[in-house]
């Protein structure tokens, strides 16, 4: 195979994804089935099927058990805003990152202490094993599952304040800034690397997809004089979100 040429099963897969782009295969459409394909594009059933393949990890299309595979419908990416980690008037967190401000965003969460893995203890800066609190969260909006998260923090600094549960007590949900400055902690500074990689069954389970379905994952971690004071993965669906950063100029 020459540079540039593709194999037949991605030449046939960009052909079907370009109609389906075109709304030549509209939403709820059948896919041609692996004979027809066989036939219309001269190529094996070997081919024919790595091609449906292909659309299927893409997510543009889905298998119906006993019906045969379908286009899905497309939807449309909706804005999730991140515009840095100080607080507005005491907002949460997820109040603070829509950009719309209509306030139709809730949560669930549950905080449990557990010990530090090593890639947790790499990102905190501490030993692996160390108690850490961990808390989980669901974010909806509008009453659909948009995002998880999961946050972890040392106990070397919250345990046994009053901030050790980032849901409870006089500060909390107001965030990372806003718990750390009530027990004397100041957070100057806040790293995000965001990466994508397909979703976990588990993650896709909540969040709504398929098997194959990219997530993005923003890895959080917030510090304080250099330390790092919380770190936290963000995971959230590529195919119906897009994640805009709103930074100020110094």
């Known amino acids: 195979m020459t540079f540039g040429e593709q194999p037949a099963y991605l030449r046939v897969a960009g052909d079907l994804r370009q109609k389906i782009v075109d709304g030549q295969l509209p939403p709820h459409t059948r896919l041609p089935s692996q004979a027809r394909i066989?036939?219309?594009?001269?190529?094996?059933?070997?081919?024919?099927?790595?091609?449906?393949?292909?659309?299927?990890?893409?997510?543009?299309?889905?298998?119906?058990?006993?019906s045969g595979t379908?286009?899905?419908?497309?939807?449309?990416?909706?804005?999730?805003?991140?515009?840095?980690?100080?607080?507005?008037?005491?907002?949460?967190?997820?109040?603070?990152?829509?950009?719309?401000?209509?306030?139709?965003?809730?949560?669930?969460?549950?905080?449990?202490?557990?010990?530090?893995?090593?890639?947790?203890?790499?990102?905190?800066?501490?030993?692996?094993?160390?108690?850490?609190?961990?808390t989980r969260y669901l974010y909806r909006e509008g009453g659909e599952a948009m995002m998880l998260s999961v946050s972890w923090e040392?106990?070397?600094?919250?345990?046994?304040?009053?901030?050790?549960?980032?849901?409870?007590?006089?500060v909390g949900g107001m965030g990372v800034v806003e718990r750390m400055r009530a027990i004397d902690v100041i957070v100057d500074n806040v790293t995000e690397e965001v990466g994508a990689r397909p979703g976990l069954a588990?993650?896709?389970?909540?969040?709504?997809?398929?098997?194959?379905?990219?997530?993005?994952?923003?890895?959080?971690?917030?510090?304080?004089?250099?330390?790092?004071?919380?770190?936290?993965?963000?995971?959230?669906?590529a195919d119906r979100y897009r994640v805009a950063y709103h930074l100020p100029v110094k």
Request: aromatic share 4%; proline share 8%.
């Open 70 to 134: 379908y286009v899905r419908e497309r939807p449309v990416p909706r804005r999730i805003s991140r515009s840095g980690y100080r607080p507005t008037g005491g907002a949460t967190p997820f109040r603070q990152e829509q950009a719309d401000g209509e306030g139709r965003g809730t949560w669930e969460s549950s905080s449990e202490q557990s010990e530090a893995s090593v890639a947790v203890a790499e990102r905190l800066g501490i030993e692996p094993g160390e108690r850490v609190m961990c």
């Open 202 to 237: 588990e993650e896709l389970l909540v969040l709504g997809g398929v098997p194959g379905h990219v997530v993005l994952v923003v890895q959080r971690t917030f510090y304080a004089s250099g330390r790092p004071v919380e770190t936290a993965d963000v995971v959230i669906p």
């Open 154 to 170: 040392p106990l070397a600094v919250t345990g046994r304040t009053p901030v050790m549960l980032p849901e409870e007590g006089p």
């Open 38 to 66: 066989r036939q219309e594009y001269g190529v094996s059933d070997t081919v024919a099927l790595e091609a449906r393949k292909v659309l299927m990890a893409e997510g543009l299309v889905e298998g119906r058990s006993g």
